[in-house]
């Protein structure tokens, strides 16, 4: 049987592989799917909490119908963060984040 | 069996993850990120949690990986050329990474409370119904400002995306 450990570190080692892909990657679009990636595994441990911590012998669906507002939450996210990249590409005609520096200090 | 499961299914999650960091293709990414969203899912379903899986399935890897590679495809990146990576960031995240897991795993192999196999529950349960129950009693409000918050997205989805902004 998997423990609650087994899923906390899937989870983290998800957390850390979207971590890597906004640090490491230069394309924009990229480190918006390392964003999705980071919701996602948060979104994993959450269910993971819920399925192990029983409240009168079913899991927490608190945590569940939180997972659901996250889901939510990230596609309005996406749909609003991939028309301010389209809008950005119309400017600049480049997804490269090093072309887009104009708000750097 | 249950462990087998869990093993292939974290595997396969984890590996189009790492697809998804060091592909170089946009395209392949984003297609590594929808094998990884369908894993995600199977670890859902073997967390009893069948309306959350079924929803990863719809909104992730249906509706927002399909955004992503239209997206991709409208603005025609295959022309992006190669470029020279500065060793310094790779290892600035890097060691940002590192350090993450590193600590993460030492608080988790360090805590014997999660070390706890997964309790049996009390009946087979009828998830899409009380995930509903809780959704409407306890939290109708923000249920309803949800609402609002998608729409006032897809509202500012057609502002941005108009031709000319004024």
């Not at chain 1, 079913?58 to 659901?68: D, H």
């Not at chain 2, 087998?4 to 170089?24: C, K, P, S, Y």
């Not at chain 2, 959704?135 to 949800?146: A, C, G, T, V």
Request: proline share 2%; net charge positive; aromatic share 10%.
């Amino acid at each position: 049987m998997p423990t609650l450990a087994h899923y906390l570190i899937v989870s983290g080692l998800l957390f850390s592989l979207g971590l890597a892909a906004v640090l490491l990657r230069r394309n924009i679009l990229i480190i918006f799917m390392g964003l999705e990636l980071m919701l996602n595994a948060a979104n994993l441990s959450l269910v993971a909490f819920s399925r192990f911590n029983l409240l009168d012998g079913l899991p927490n669906y608190n945590a569940q119908v939180f997972v659901f507002f996250i889901i939510t939450v990230a596609a309005a996210e996406v749909a609003v963060g991939l028309a301010i990249i389209v809008a950005l590409f119309r400017a600049k005609q480049t997804t490269h984040i090093e072309d887009l520096a104009s708000l750097k200090f | 069996m249950q462990l087998a499961l869990f093993w292939i299914f974290a595997l396969l999650t984890l590996i189009f993850a790492v697809g998804v960091v060091f592909l170089r293709n946009p395209v392949s990414s984003a297609m590594s990120l929808v094998m990884c969203f369908v894993g995600l899912a199977a670890l859902f379903v073997t967390l009893d949690a069948f309306f959350i899986g079924v929803i990863q399935i719809l909104v992730y890897a249906g509706a927002v990986m399909v955004l992503f590679l239209f997206i991709i495809m409208l603005l025609d990146l295959r022309t992006e050329r190669t470029r020279t990576v500065r060793l310094s960031s790779w290892l600035g995240g890097g060691l940002v990474v590192g350090g993450f897991v590193a600590a993460l795993s030492k608080v988790v192999a360090g805590l014997p409370a999660l070390h706890v196999a997964k309790p049996d529950l009390a009946a087979q349960v009828n998830d899409v119904a009380e995930i509903g129950f809780t959704l409407f009693r306890n939290y109708n409000l923000p249920f309803q400002i949800i609402a609002v918050l998608l729409l006032v997205a897809t509202v500012g989805v057609v502002v941005l995306s108009r031709k000319e902004l004024k």
